[in-house]
């Protein structure tokens, strides 16, 4: 069975943003059972995980001696086993895959850029200077990301793939905000991607996870 990471407890703010939170939703929308292993505090720093994760960062995929860390090759690789991710047909699937590297290269640098100021440097008054210049930079991609969603309901069109998945879970990164939600287009989009009830089940586990450890 596939074994995930995930931390056991952090700070509220965090909570359903950790990046566990894209393997279990690739596995829900696979339908792929699995099991997590709850890091405690500092667990991420010994020999033995930064063995499997160089970075001590989660998640790492384990299954049947295979070990895979960074969430968009987690995600990658579990898209493999599952159409309802990445199509069978080969160019659907290159756009499919080339939507999720966008997202992990193209906007959440930028969304990261945001919410690192926001959330541990607000009162510093480099921050507060910075601040204005990475809005306007973040707005621009979410501009251009809008425009080639156009009227579709997801990225390549009618279906829902990984590419979707993976920008849905950069955008709600900036959900203490109102930058997405300035972009009525994308606000919708996030919105239908995170009705799926494949996400529902994926959020409510990694809380689930938070809440027993409280």
Not at 137 to 149: N, P
């Amino acid at each position: 069975m596939i074994t995930i990471s995930a931390f056991k407890w952090v700070p509220e703010f965090a909570q359903g943003q950790v990046r566990d939170l894209r393997a279990r939703w690739a596995l829900e929308e696979a339908g792929l059972p699995y099991r997590t292993r709850l890091l405690e505090l500092g667990d991420q720093e010994k020999p033995d995980y930064r063995a499997l994760q160089p970075f001590g960062q989660v998640p790492v995929l384990e299954e049947d001696g295979l070990v895979l860390f960074e969430s968009g090759a987690i995600v990658l690789y579990i898209g493999e086993r599952s159409e309802a991710l990445l199509p069978r047909d080969t160019d659907a699937r290159h756009r499919a895959t080339q939507w999720l590297i966008a997202a992990l290269n193209s906007v959440e640098p930028f969304v990261m850029n945001v919410a690192l100021i926001d959330i541990f440097y607000a009162n510093e008054e480099w921050a507060k200077l910075r601040r204005p210049g990475a809005v306007e930079f973040v707005q621009k991609r979410l501009s251009a990301l809008s425009r080639s969603l156009g009227d579709k309901p997801y990225l390549d069109g009618d279906r829902f793939t990984a590419g979707d998945l993976m920008m849905a879970t950069v955008l709600r990164i900036l959900g203490h905000t109102d930058i997405v939600k300035g972009e009525q287009r994308l606000a919708a989009y996030v919105d239908r991607c995170t009705a799926r009830p494949a996400f529902k089940r994926a959020l409510d586990a990694q809380i689930g996870d938070f809440r027993q450890a409280a």
